[in-house]
């Protein structure tokens, strides 16, 4: 089964004040799948972040769109059926299977390890490492919901489900959405703003976010991206003078500071076991074991080891050794 209707069921949507949804058809999307084949059914949706790094969304609405489309070398593409990008448009990529869901099932539904087969995958725009969604992605997302329910559900159960509610890898996204909110928001759409009537989407199921791996699309460079922008962002500088720093710097100046500490603690160290070494060994100690007994031995001094080890033994008895 191939969604070919699918941008054309998202462009007749309209909300209770009579507005759409913007929509872009991504070329060659009606025969788009990753493995050659149509989906075996549609009973709902699972919803992704993509974590692009920040710093994409100065130049493109959709930085992903490209990835999403190809796929990259461990992950054939295409890698959903929508993409939904940051000014709230809606690009429509495949109308066949995408390689979006991995292992897990719809909680206490099922279809289990087959997301791929049975469900269409959004995956919006955001880095997902901090609540950076736009006003424009929260307002539309519930329509798109809405829209695709109205458009798949032919009055039976459509779940909304997150990838993290559903993976059983320890997915977390979409980060910082409320899950639960979001499906009362789509029903209360479906139902024309009546809140309270009764609509079967999936509910009820908003997972805690589990600490885990958090990429759900990122390439090993993307997350050094992300990692680098939280590392640079200014926090306030506690103490000293006024103005902001940042974590990278922070460290950089405390590294610098120990470090400094650290030498001039080994260097007074080392001194004192010096002075020390050189009570412990005393006079004798010190021309037969010390610097100066090397400048005896290359003059030819040999010194009585007999003498010598009865004086350690005494020293030792007395504690100095």
């Known amino acids: 089964m191939f969604l070919t209707d699918l941008a054309d069921k998202l462009r007749a949507y309209r909300d209770s004040d009579g507005e759409g949804l913007t929509v872009v058809e991504v070329d060659g999307w009606q025969y788009r799948t990753f493995d050659g084949n149509g989906m ?11 974590a692009t790094a920040e710093s994409a969304y100065a130049y493109s609405d959709c930085p992903t769109l490209s990835l999403l ?39 206490g539904v099922g279809y289990e390890n087959l ?16 609540d950076d969604w736009t006003e424009a992605q929260r307002r539309v997302w519930p329509h798109l919901g809405a829209a695709l329910d109205e458009a798949y559900s032919g009055g039976d159960v459509y779940y909304q489900v997150g990838h993290r509610e559903y993976s059983y890898d320890g997915k977390i996204d979409p980060s910082y959405i409320d899950l639960d909110k979001l499906r009362d928001d789509i029903n209360t759409n479906l139902t024309g703003g009546i809140t309270g ?5 999936a509910s009820g199921m908003n997972a805690a976010v589990d600490e885990g791996d958090w990429l759900s699309m990122a390439t090993k460079e993307d997350v050094k991206n992300a990692v680098r922008e939280v590392l640079n962002e200014p ?11 940042s974590l990278i710097a922070e460290a950089a100046w405390r590294t610098s500071r120990d470090n400094r500490l650290e030498k001039r603690l080994d260097v007074i160290g080392s001194r004192v076991f010096h002075l020390w070494t050189d009570l412990r060994l005393g006079v004798s100690g010190r021309v037969s074991d010390g610097a100066l ?20 033994k005494a020293n030792e008895k007395k504690g100095w050794l």
């Open 197 to 201: 009537a009764t609509q079967t989407t």
């Open 293 to 312: 007994g090397s400048v005896f031995r290359r003059l030819g001094y040999a010194p009585d080891e007999a003498k010598r080890a009865e004086t350690f």
């Open 40 to 50: 075996a059914g549609n009973v709902g949706v699972i919803h992704h972040h993509t």
């Open 235 to 245: 926090i306030p500088r506690a103490g000293g003078e006024k103005g902001n720093t």
């Open 69 to 107: 489309v190809n796929g990259r070398s461990d992950l054939p593409g295409p890698l959903c059926n929508i993409a939904f990008g940051r000014s709230g448009t809606v690009y429509v990529v495949a109308a066949g299977q995408a390689n979006h869901a991995g292992r897990g099932q719809i909680p």
């Open 115 to 130: 997301g791929n087969y049975y469900t269409i995958g959004i995956e919006a725009e955001s880095s997902g490492v901090r």
